[in-house]
Structure formats: C-alpha cells, structure tokens
C-alpha cells in the first residue's frame, strides 16, 4: 500500500494546487471576477455573476480539499462537475486538442479526479489521519455520477446561450 499512499499524494499534489489556482484566477486574476462574470455571461451561465463566484469558490475549495486529502471523494465530485460544465459550456465543438479549445485539458483533469477517488487519498492526507475514506470502484462512481448530475442539473437550469450559436439547440 506505500506505492498506492505514495501515487495518491503526487496526484493530490498536482491536481490539487491546480484547481485552487484556476479559481484564484477567476477571483484575481488580470480581468479579476469582472472579467469571469464577463466570460460566463458570454457563454450562456445565467446569473453570470453567480456563476463565477460559484465557480471560483468550488475550483478553490476543491483543490485545497484535495491537496489536504479531505473529504473524498467528494471534491472530486466538485471536479468532474466543474469539468463538466466547462466542456459543454466553453469546450463543446472544438474538437479534442486544448489549444484549438478543445476538451482535452477537462477530460484529463475530470478523469484525475475519479482515479483519485477509485485510488484513495491515502495516508498521508486529512482523510488517512482521521481513519476515514476507503479507495474502490463504489468512491468513483459515486464521484463520477455526483459530479455529472450536478452538472446537468445546473445546465438545465441555468444555461442558456445565445440564441444565435449555430451549435446550440433553441431552448
């Protein structure tokens, strides 16, 4: 179990720093939460600026949440939900490949998420300290299923892009 303890803490370590900082980003970034307001009300999130808080807050609270290794697998939920509104929001119809805007980069990071929560966070984490979080398929598919139907809930609610995108159905 040392090598699995040991994989669960780089993959913590990686995933993790990188949703807080994406949220951080949102929050102060060059454009700041103005500037994500701005973004998500160009992509249909309505209210836009609910939305970005939201956004930031749970990229934020996830990845400090998964770098400590606390409370899986439920950041890793709020990844793969997170992930998912991202490729049908900003992501959808531009192929695989990030740098033509593609799916590839949520893909990865929602798929790191669910192995994270299969894996475990290990011993070396809040969870393992406090004796709880067991790794197996049942945390994966409970972070897998929680994170895509909360995603599709908050899309049938509150997506609603412009009517104008040749991609998009009329709602």
Known sequence: ??????????????????LFAHGWN???GPGGLKGTTGWFEALGLRPAEVHARMAAGTEMAAGAAITL??????????????MTVAARTDHRGKGFFVFKGGWEY?????????????LGNGRY????????????????????GVGVASAAALLALCYRPAPDDPDEPEQ
């Open 125 to 144: 984490s809040v969870d393992g300290l406090l004796g709880r979080g067991r790794p197996g398929a049942g945390p994966a598919v409970l972070a897998a």
């Open 69 to 82: 290794g606390a409370a899986g697998p439920l950041p890793a939920a709020a990844t793969v939900g997170l």
């Open 26 to 28: 949102k929050v102060a």
């Open 106 to 118: 949520v893909g990865v990071v929602g798929g790191a998420a669910v192995a994270l929560a299969a």
């Open 1 to 18: 179990m040392k090598g699995q303890d040991a994989a669960a803490l780089v993959l913590r370590a990686t995933l993790g720093p990188m």
